[in-house]
């Protein structure tokens, strides 16, 4: 190969200048990204549908009992919480029909399902331990605390 078949180098002079403004934007995208939790960069997870439904139904689940009382021997239930936050996501059904993707639609349903069916269940358990003889003289469910 003689010299004259040589490639030649044609560097650019404002290459350095390009890529020193696209670093400085990729670290502002990545700063922005940080400094916004909903943006997936912080502790939070970003904002979704999904994210909004399995709010309202831990909600739901701790007025349902999921919480044990200050003393551990019981557990605080509220029914009307519990009974507001299932409404909301029965709200959120109504609103929603026709524009959710499948799997939302289907997960949506299926929480609503399983929150009613407990809602019922713990209804229904504390009326039963409202009749019980021991109970009614005291006023109080034992080991279950209401608002």
Do not use: C, Y
């Amino acid at each position: 190969m003689t010299t004259d078949e040589t490639p030649k180098i044609h560097v650019d002079s404002d290459w350095k200048a390009e890529a020193q403004a696209e670093k400085e934007k990729l670290a502002q995208t990545e700063a922005a990204k940080t400094d916004t939790p909903s943006e997936g960069g912080g502790k939070l997870p970003p904002p979704d549908f999904k994210g909004l439904v399995g709010l309202l139904a831990s909600q739901a689940v701790m007025g349902l009992g999921a919480m044990p009382d200050q003393s551990g021997k019981g557990v605080m239930i509220d029914l009307e919480g519990a009974k507001f936050a299932i409404d909301l996501l029965a709200m959120i059904e109504l609103k929603t029909k026709g524009n959710l993707k499948e799997d939302e639609s289907t997960e949506l349903s299926a929480v609503l399902t399983e929150l009613r069916s407990r809602f019922v269940q713990i209804t229904e358990l504390l009326a039963q331990q409202a009749a019980q003889p021991a109970a009614a003289g005291s006023g109080e469910t034992p080991g279950i605390i209401t608002p």
